[in-house]
């Protein structure tokens, strides 16, 4: 069974303090896909990055960064230099194509405080 | 490029009556995605439409919830009889797996926010 782990719940820290959001999965197959959406106060998903299984390069978009490590399961996001506007509850989600869905199944999500 | 939309935004009910959410995908996609939201968790999913048809309906929670898609664009969610378990902001989510740029990326419409008092 498909399954996402996000094992912090909330964090806060001060302005231009980086943090790093944890997410760990699991799945079956061999071919998934990886992502990570942010939900700010006005409630609407922002999508930020998708993963595929066979990519484990890491990606740099500006302040966001993102670790992928099959080996041990995990697709963590590092942002650097936190602002304010990076406050939100950010969720990590898994999908595995089956007939064409590719059903999200998210993690529980971790709400990020970054206090001026 | 008008991205997904719902309506309405906030729905507050009775116990007991039916309701139905709305949901208009991104124009071109063809695979249009419902989730629920309770208060303080994840996103779980309920059902996914590819055209009109729904191959996958596995997370309805109950036969009370029922869903169709039209014209491959307009979703409508029901809920009978809704119960204060019910309460949750669904999410329309859609996406194009024939789209060459972020192949099958969902993209999430704002929720609508269901109070069954």
């Known amino acids: 069974a498909q399954k996402v782990t996000q094992a912090q719940t909330e964090i806060s820290v001060v302005e231009k303090e980086d943090v790093t959001l944890d997410c760990v999965y699991e799945?079956?197959?061999?071919?998934?896909?990886l992502f990570w959406y942010k939900q700010p106060p006005s409630g609407e998903l922002v999508f930020l990055i998708r993963?595929?299984?066979?990519?484990?390069q890491n990606e740099i978009s500006g302040r966001y960064s993102w670790n992928f490590q099959k080996s041990t399961s995990s697709f963590n996001f590092t942002i650097t230099a936190s602002q304010v506007v990076d406050s939100a509850v950010y969720f990590c989600a898994l999908s595995e194509a089956q007939g064409g869905s590719e059903k999200l199944v998210f993690g529980k999500g971790m709400k990020l405080t970054v206090n001026p | 490029g008008a991205g997904v939309s719902q309506s309405p935004s906030n729905k507050v009910t009775e116990k007991g009556k039916d309701v139905e959410l709305r949901c208009d995908p991104i124009s071109g996609h063809t695979a249009l995605y419902w989730y629920r939201q309770r208060l303080g968790q994840g996103l779980e999913f309920l059902i996914y439409?590819?055209?009109?048809?729904?191959?996958?309906k596995s997370g309805l929670p109950s036969d009370r919830f029922s869903a169709e898609r039209t014209g491959e664009s307009v979703s409508t969610l029901t809920i009978q009889r809704t119960q204060q378990e019910d309460s949750a902001v669904y999410l329309c989510?859609?996406?194009?797996?024939?789209?060459?740029?972020?192949?099958?990326?969902?993209?999430f419409g704002p929720g609508t926010r269901l109070t069954v008092l």
């Open positions: 989510a859609s996406s194009s797996p024939y789209l060459a740029d972020y192949t099958d990326t969902q993209y």
């Open positions: 439409f590819q055209g009109n048809s729904a191959p996958d």
């Open positions: 799945t079956r197959d061999t071919t998934y896909y």
């Open positions: 993963r595929n299984s066979f990519d484990e």
